[in-house]
């Protein structure tokens, strides 16, 4: 059965930069390349586009063209995951690899380098997007700190504290005054809300009126919104009161203790900003808050045996194959899913004989590169004494084609092998540092599932479980658990553990 590959195949780059010293060790960008498409290959992946920055520094890479390439790329879905040989082949530049792992993150795109072996694709490797998002964060609130900090001070003083005035003022000798044509227009505003009780309402009238906004666009039921509930209209304006969250399109309120009131000229009358907030008060009590539509617990994991993804219809009671019609109700699913997991993690031995037997392919696999460098060593010698000898006069040049045709196709051999091994242990070691992660979830998933939230649960599927087979009368679960190379099972299925069982299909 297809595990990852097939038309849902993940769509991936390889990221080649390697620089003029690099190259001087002889650090080929070639083997790089077949390195991370032999990693890409073996996890099923396509390699869609290759990014190359030869003979440049890693000092300063994300103005670089290819990097504005790749960054495009992943925020359009054309890649959704970036592979590499390691973290200073990406950026040598600490505050440039967290920007990276910041557009990463937000475009829900995964890094993945072999030597440090991080797949965010896998459990254990979305630990490093949390530690670079903890360092990017500390860094943002040392920087936002130090800019706070001057806030209340400026604003107490009179001073400016940067950003455009409200509509309906401007700065005038770095104070803050009544703009003469924008402030008899948010009056307005408030006498036809006060009227009509209605944001968009108003937003309609001042358009159809011919006003428009400071920059000339079309008056929305959101503007007027914020300009209602700006204290500034009243002659207060309120200072250092938001703090704005990491996807900097949302912000919450600080504390009121932090907050900075300073007193301007107002706009409106008291008994007028009372009326309307008293209005607008009313009004968000009556709103009924829309819950989130609910993500199905195994939705994108479940599969058919015909190779479709199964989801829940709205309304329906089961997980649907859109192909073949297979169903299994979701609460089945459930059930069986729960019992395997937990009949798996009851058997220590079982554990500790995988473990023992990830740790002997791991040891096999480095021995074989091992040897492999040493033969690769061995055939550049013979190809220099070879050189040596020619140049030296030891033999006629037609006898040199003869000598040194073979020594070249075992060193072409060679160059291709090593690449590809050096990719399964990368498979190997980054399915490994799973392990622990995936067994440690998935107990804490059986013992507690019944107290657990929606949610919760949704994301400790996820920490544990890699791909779900519903079949006529049997289910196979496909655990985050194993590399490749330590079961009969392997070659079928690289990722991790497969836990059969039979089901009984209701009615």
Not at 93 to 101: G, P, S
Not at 261 to 271: C, F, G, T, Y
Not at 403 to 414: G, K, T, W, Y
Request: with cysteine; aromatic share 8%.
């Amino acid at each position: 059965m297809q595990r990852d590959g097939g038309l849902d195949a993940k769509r991936v780059g390889v990221w080649i930069r390697v620089s003029t010293e690099d190259q001087a060790r002889g650090e080929s960008p070639e083997h790089h390349e077949r390195r991370a498409c032999a990693y890409a290959e073996m996890k099923g992946w396509e390699v869609a586009e290759t990014y190359r920055l030869e003979a440049v520094s890693g000092k300063a890479v994300i103005a670089h063209a290819e990097a504005q390439r790749m960054l495009a790329d992943i925020r359009s879905g054309r890649i959704s995951g970036l592979v590499f040989s390691k973290l200073a082949r990406l950026a040598r530049n600490t505050k440039e690899l967290l920007e990276f792992a910041d557009h990463f993150r937000a475009a829900n795109a995964d890094l993945i380098s072999l030597q440090e072996s991080i797949d965010t694709s896998s459990p254990a490797g979305r630990l490093f997007f949390t530690m670079i998002a903890a360092m990017a964060q500390w860094e943002r609130e040392e920087i936002a700190d130090r800019v706070a900090a001057t806030v209340p001070i400026r604003a107490q003083l009179g001073k400016s504290t940067g950003g455009a005035a409200p509509y309906g003022y401007q700065w005038l000798d770095k104070r803050l005054a009544v703009h003469p044509d924008e402030a008899p227009v948010r009056r307005l505003m408030f006498e036809l809300f006060a009227e009509h009780q209605r944001k968009r309402t108003v937003a309609r009238i001042l358009n159809d009126r011919g006003y428009r906004t400071r920059k000339g666009e079309m008056w929305s039921g959101t503007t007027i919104d914020r300009l209602l509930t700006d204290t500034s209209a009243r002659g207060v304006r309120r200072l250092n009161y938001t703090r704005t969250n990491d996807n900097k399109k949302a912000w919450t309120l600080k504390p009121e203790s932090d907050w900075v009131m300073v007193p301007v000229e107002a706009i409106v009358s008291d008994e007028l900003w009372d009326k309307c907030a008293a209005i607008l008060t009313t009004q968000s009590q009556q709103v009924k808050h829309v819950t989130r539509k609910a993500v199905h617990l195994f939705a994108g994991i479940a599969h058919c045996h015909c190779g479709t993804k199964m989801y829940v219809r709205a309304g329906s009671p089961k997980y649907v194959c859109e192909g073949c019609r297979n169903k299994i109700p979701t609460g089945d699913l459930e059930a069986v899913f729960l019992s395997e997991l937990h009949r798996f993690l009851l058997s220590p031995a079982e554990i500790e004989a995988h473990s023992r037997a990830v740790a002997d392919a791991i040891r096999e696999k480095e021995r074989l590169i091992e040897k492999t460098l040493g033969d690769f060593k061995k055939v550049e010698a013979e190809e220099d004494a070879v050189f040596d000898l020619y140049n030296a006069g030891g033999f006629p040049k037609e006898d040199f084609a003869r000598r040194h045709r073979p020594i070249s196709e075992r060193r072409r051999q060679l160059e291709e092998e090593l690449p590809r091994i050096q990719a399964e242990l990368d498979v190997m070691r980054i399915a490994a540092s799973s392990q622990e992660e995936a067994i440690q979830g998935a107990k804490t998933l059986t013992e507690g599932w019944s107290s657990m939230t929606a949610p919760q649960k949704r994301q400790m599927v996820e920490a544990t479980t890699n791909r779900i087979v519903i079949g006529k009368e049997e289910i196979e679960i496909d655990l985050l658990y194993l590399p490749s190379g330590t079961s009969d099972q392997s070659a079928t299925h690289p990722q991790g553990f497969w836990a059969a069982t039979s089901w009984k299909r209701a009615g």
